[in-house]
């Protein structure tokens, strides 16, 4: 008997994907995919990338939700960044992992992903980062595993700088 590969692939949300059955532990992030996701990517304000394995293309295994997000000078210089006008960076404003397939490394599929489209949205109009408000202390240690940075005098907000994206995508 032959062993069957998963085979993942990350897509944009649409109405194929099983929205109802996902849940990953936190109401909130619950109640974004299911109720707002869709209405928020169609106004252009979000877009939402889901983890799929191909052999079940509509059952969602993780999601995450990209936005961009000003860099105003108050956050300029906690991140050493002097600049004479507000700046651009990418949010990563949700995430989440069926509860079914946690601890399992599929968040690392989500997170680089999400790496690889700042490296494309700066190609094309340069952005300073990848930033996140992490919810907890071991979400910060968990982030920082990936090269995230914890910005001081901030609550748990974190970012990625354009620097270490571009070693990270150019590199591998």
Not at 46 to 68: A, C, E, M, N, R
Not at 74 to 99: F, H, V
Not at 113 to 129: F, I, L, P, R, S
């Amino acid at each position: 008997m032959k062993a069957k590969l998963k085979m993942f692939q990350i897509t944009p949300l649409n109405k194929q994907h099983n929205r109802n059955q996902f849940d990953c532990g936190y109401s909130e992030i619950n109640t974004y995919l299911k109720q707002q996701a869709n209405q928020s990517a169609k106004k252009s304000y979000t877009k939402t990338h889901v983890l799929v394995d191909d052999s079940t293309p509509d059952q969602i295994i993780g999601f995450y939700t990209l936005s961009s997000c000003f860099i105003k000078s108050e956050l300029q210089e906690l991140i050493n960044i002097n600049a004479p006008y507000d700046l651009c960076g990418i949010n990563l404003a949700r995430m989440g992992i069926d509860k079914k397939h946690q601890h399992q490394s599929n968040a690392q599929y989500l997170i680089i992903d999400a790496v690889e489209k700042t490296y494309q949205v700066n190609k094309k109009m340069g952005v300073q980062g990848l930033f996140l408000d992490a919810k907890n202390d071991s979400l910060v240690k968990y982030y920082e595993k990936y090269g995230f940075e914890c910005i001081e005098n901030t609550d748990r907000k974190m970012w990625l700088p354009i620097g270490v994206i571009l070693e990270l995508v150019e590199t591998t």
